[in-house]
């Protein structure tokens, strides 16, 4: 089974001064199919099933991330294995993710001041833009979206993904949880410290997103500069 040190609770996040964090060094490292470095590592292309334009037919990201992934899913208990639902993100796919989820926004919050909008949104989806000084992360194909299934079907995490809801920060179970949601509290415990022991960190708006190599990642290693920079295949 898993150690008992991947039951603890989930800390609470670091606050960082997002201005102070420099501009990417690029590492010139290339872009991998992880599901082909360990037969525990599967993708569902979820946006592409969703039809947003320009989803990619399989997960691509920057081969340290892919290593990174395949030790924490060869290290698994039997029958446990990774499921991913997006690495590598074009700017087409994130203007069509932006646009829908700003109109179910609108549509639920029709009150929300332009500038309350906004900062709602940027909890959970980026901008659509390109920045070469603060690419978005998936943008980098250093971040990650995925989760732990158990004899090839998803463990319960409280949420589904891409559920842009408070429920959905990764330590939202962690104070009062309902017992019926604390075996998806030690699922999210389970999968945060799994990632953690292989240098990924975690998103805390999305228990499903973790990364290496670009923005807080590197905030999280001292201000250092980000190794991963905006990758031109996403430049559509």
């Known amino acids: 089974m898993f150690p008992q040190e991947f039951f603890a609770p989930i800390p609470a996040?670091?606050?960082?001064?997002?201005?102070?964090?420099?501009?990417?060094?690029?590492?010139?490292?290339?872009?991998v199919d992880p599901t082909g470095l360990s037969g525990r590592i599967a993708f569902d292309p979820v946006y592409l099933r969703d039809g947003h334009p320009g989803a990619m037919e399989r997960c691509l990201l920057r081969q340290t991330v892919a290593q990174k992934l395949a030790q924490a899913a060869d290290g698994l208990p039997a029958g446990y294995s990774i499921l991913i639902f997006d690495g590598l993100?074009?700017?087409s796919v994130q203007r069509s993710l932006y646009s829908r989820f700003k109109a179910e926004v609108e549509k639920?919050?029709?009150?929300?001041?332009?500038?309350?909008l906004e900062q709602y949104l940027d909890q959970f989806v980026a901008v659509p833009v390109k920045r070469l000084d603060r690419p978005s992360p998936h943008a980098t194909g250093g971040a990650v979206d995925l989760t732990l299934c158990k004899?090839?079907?998803?463990?319960?995490m409280g949420t589904g993904f891409d559920d842009f809801t408070a429920l959905a920060y990764t330590a939202a179970l962690e104070q009062d949880c309902p017992p019926?949601?604390?075996?998806?509290?030690?699922?999210?415990?389970?999968?945060?410290?799994?990632m953690a022991s292989v240098g990924l960190v975690n998103y805390e708006c999305e228990w499903?997103?973790?990364?290496?190599?670009?923005?807080?990642?590197?905030?999280?290693?001292?201000?250092?500069?980000?190794?991963y920079g905006?990758?031109?295949e996403c430049d559509n």
Not at 151 to 156: E, I, L, R, T, Y
Not at 180 to 194: G, S
């Open 108 to 116: 639920e919050r029709p009150g929300l001041s332009p500038e309350a």
């Open 151 to 156: 004899n090839g079907v998803p463990v319960d």
């Open 89 to 91: 993100r074009p700017l």
């Open 180 to 194: 019926h949601l604390e075996a998806a509290r030690d699922n999210r415990r389970i999968l945060y410290h799994l």
């Open 13 to 31: 996040p670091p606050q960082f001064d997002w201005d102070a964090i420099p501009a990417p060094a690029e590492c010139g490292e290339p872009l």
């Open 230 to 232: 905006f990758c031109p």
């Open 208 to 227: 499903w997103h973790f990364a290496y190599g670009e923005r807080q990642w590197a905030a999280r290693e001292n201000y250092r500069a980000p190794i």
